[in-house]
């Protein structure tokens, strides 16, 4: 049996009478790449935040490298980076002044840390933009650092909600390239969302597809197409989910407004 570095059990969250995420069951395997895809609102960032420690389940159980979040938030969050899908930088800081930060949080004795960055900044080729303000960069060189940040304390898992969106076609190859060099290198498991469909056909070893908060399928992108008999992932997921257009994930209570047809 494979082994499996990410375990959710009946994963659950509740937001008054709405049902985010609802007894999701999951096992990614340790140096895998897994995408986790739904449409708008399906529960893909609830269902990230709570394996990152930003959310508490209502029900169900996490083990993350064997730990459970619940009583040791603080380790398992050693063990993973993460890459928001929304701009987490200091634009007022310098891109080693940014990644210093960060090594700070992580306890990285100062002995290591300068040469750290600068190997993470040279692999995703900012190292000659170093001491420029964050501000002065564009969004692909945004994301760049962002991962290199993320990669900072040699996770074993590295989290990226839609971690490409907005960026363009050359970024995006850029960013896998870096991405897959890592997990090939340190074996390190990259979970991940996207609406890119290709960019999951191409990238991942396998795939969840979430809906209505509950897993509708799980597999490798063929045995997707297959099951399916579509020609494309892209097409794969729209004879899953249907061809309607989600309103965006939102908290439980903006949920629970938009079902109700009520707007702020």
Do not use: C
Not at 82 to 111: C, K, W
Not at 144 to 163: K, Y
């Amino acid at each position: 049996m494979a082994d499996s570095i990410i375990v959710t059990d009946k994963l659950t969250k509740i937001f008054g009478k709405f049902t985010a995420v609802d007894n999701v069951s999951l096992q990614v395997n340790r140096g895998e790449i897994f995408a986790f895809l739904g449409p708008n609102g399906a529960g893909k960032s609830t269902t990230i935040k709570m394996l990152t420690t930003l959310m508490q389940p209502t029900s169900g159980s996490i083990r993350i490298n064997g730990i459970d979040p619940a009583t040791d938030k603080e380790k398992v969050r050693k063990s993973f980076g993460i890459v928001f899908q929304d701009p987490s930088l200091d634009d007022d800081l310098t891109a080693y002044e940014n990644m210093r930060f960060h090594t700070a949080l992580y306890g990285m004795p100062s002995s290591r840390q300068s040469a750290r960055i600068n190997e993470l900044l040279e692999f995703v080729e900012l190292l000659d933009r170093k001491k420029d303000l964050v501000k002065t960069f564009s969004g692909g060189m945004k994301r760049r650092l962002e991962i290199a940040r993320g990669l900072l304390h040699h996770p074993m898992i590295l989290f990226l909600d839609e971690p490409t969106l907005g960026l363009d076609p050359q970024t995006r190859n850029h960013m896998w390239h870096y991405i897959q060099d890592v997990n090939r290198s340190e074996q390190m498991t990259v979970f991940f969302t996207t609406h890119y469909m290709e960019e999951a056909e191409r990238i991942a070893d396998r795939i969840a597809v979430i809906d209505g908060g509950k897993i509708i399928a799980l597999g490798t992108p063929e045995e997707l197409k297959k099951k399916t008999k579509a020609k494309t992932l892209e097409d794969a997921f729209l004879m899953m989910t249907g061809k309607m257009i989600r309103d965006e994930e939102a908290s439980g209570v903006d949920q629970m407004r938009l079902r109700r047809g009520v707007r702020r």
